[in-house]
């Protein structure tokens, strides 16, 4: 049974993907901030962690190769959008939270997850939820827009550093899809505004954490997808069309 591990998935998007993950037959391995969030299935292991926080994340990955030796995956979900402001109305503390969760946790644990990896010489996969705000220009992202696009980066850097090493890489850019770190926007936004968003999703709808689960699944499956490697996929209903 191939192991594969998430970051943030007890809410939202990694939520979804940790029960199509538990469905496939695949065994789980959470990564949360907050034990009250923790998912209980026998399919699963929950561990504590601020990813942000190197030491804590590189000691949280010496108990999981420790107690699991091998895993297959990894899925860098977890993500924060704390300020939708303009480079200058953007504070320092958003700015700095932002990118030591988006970005440095994704790098934390992708270390990790490769020097593990690099011990067993087995193959596997990192996939990391990026934004189609990495894509194309977004007002009012700013900190979440260079967070998102560094992930990108991330994912070409495993891919040219590791490839050789049977690990492949990619990232998800979904579009406007339903979940806790999206709900405020969109209960703010008017009958019209909403509307007009939906729009601009081709297919005629906001995404679904299951859209993004069932891409995920894809990815994951070396039968279905084994000649891809260090794709940037958008995942949007047509948004970029």
């Not at 954490?209 to 499956?221: C, G, H, K, P, R």
């Amino acid at each position: 049974m191939k192991k594969i591990i998430i970051t943030g998935g007890s809410r939202g998007i990694g939520r979804g993907i940790l029960q199509e993950l538990i469905r496939k037959n695949y065994y789980v391995i959470n990564l949360s901030k907050n034990r009250k969030e923790f998912v209980n299935n026998k399919m699963l292991t929950n561990y504590e962690c601020d990813i942000s926080n190197f030491r804590q994340t590189t000691r949280v990955f010496n108990k999981i190769y420790k107690n699991h030796r091998d895993f297959y995956g990894l899925i860098n979900n977890a993500g924060i959008n704390p300020s939708r402001n303009n480079i200058v109305e953007t504070s320092f503390l958003d700015f700095d939270a932002t990118l030591k969760t988006n970005v440095y946790g994704a790098f934390n644990c992708t270390r990790e997850f490769l020097k593990k990896k690099q011990i067993k010489k087995s193959s596997g996969i990192v996939v990391n939820i990026s934004s189609i705000v990495s894509l194309i220009s977004h007002e009012k992202r700013a900190s979440y827009s260079i967070s998102k696009s560094a992930l990108n980066g991330l994912t070409r850097s495993i891919v040219a550093d590791y490839s050789n090493h049977k690990i492949r890489s990619f990232s998800i850019c979904p579009g406007y899809v339903e979940t806790d770190l999206t709900r405020n926007f969109l209960n703010n936004l008017n009958n019209t505004e909403k509307k007009n968003l939906i729009k601009k999703h081709k297919i005629g709808r906001l995404g679904n954490t299951e859209d993004i689960a069932n891409l995920v699944s894809f990815l994951l499956d070396e039968k279905k997808s084994s000649w891809m490697n260090g794709n940037i996929i958008p995942l949007d209903g047509g948004y970029l069309c």
